[in-house]
């Protein structure tokens, strides 16, 4: 896989974790209803941070986090990276908003591609398999998004559909090759 390969394989696994999210309300990006499930907007905002502390932070000089707190607030088991908000309290942050870790996703992936196609050629053939697996990470996450929202949905006593009927997942519209 060429440079350019990865950078347009990025984008699209990025793509889905929002193509997921696309039928959610607000409202729906910060429910944690049980310990087990993880608020969407977590999701969102952790697969970011997992490319900050990654990639970012370890090969670009002087690189200074998007934001100080958010290891702390996308951080999950990683404990080498700092302490982090205990898993069950996820649901309790109404900050930062959806729309900051959609903007903090927007600037983490533009710095990604840009680093894809930057990075020192001797540096190139780990760093490749190092995002792959990334990117793997990233799709572990979107079926637990799947998952949590069906979780999130389910407890919803208004029970609302995730689709409309006859309606598909844009994730099928956008199959990843």
Not at 26 to 38: A, R
Not at 39 to 47: D, E, N, S, V, Y
Not at 83 to 106: K, N, Y
Request: hydrophobic share 35%.
């Amino acid at each position: 896989m060429n440079r350019s390969q990865l950078t347009r394989y990025f984008l699209r696994v990025r793509k889905v974790s929002e193509d997921i999210c696309a039928p959610l309300e607000v409202e729906d990006y910060v429910i944690q209803p049980i310990m087990d499930v993880s608020p969407p907007k977590w999701h969102l905002g952790h697969t970011s941070w997992f490319y900050e502390a990654l990639f970012l932070d370890k090969l670009i000089p002087d690189y200074s986090a998007y934001h100080p707190d958010y290891a702390f607030v996308f951080n999950s088991y990683y404990e080498s990276f700092g302490t982090r908000i205990q898993r069950d309290s996820r649901g309790t942050l109404s900050r930062p908003s959806v729309e900051e870790t959609m903007q903090f996703r927007a600037a983490i992936t533009e710095q990604m591609c840009e680093l894809i196609e930057t990075i020192d050629e001797a540096k190139w053939p780990e760093f490749r398999k190092h995002v792959i697996l990334a990117l793997n990470h990233e799709q572990q996450h979107q079926e637990l998004l799947l998952t949590d929202i069906k979780f999130i949905f389910a407890t919803n006593p208004l029970r609302p559909a995730y689709l409309g009927a006859g309606s598909e997942p844009a994730v099928y519209r956008n199959p990843l090759p």
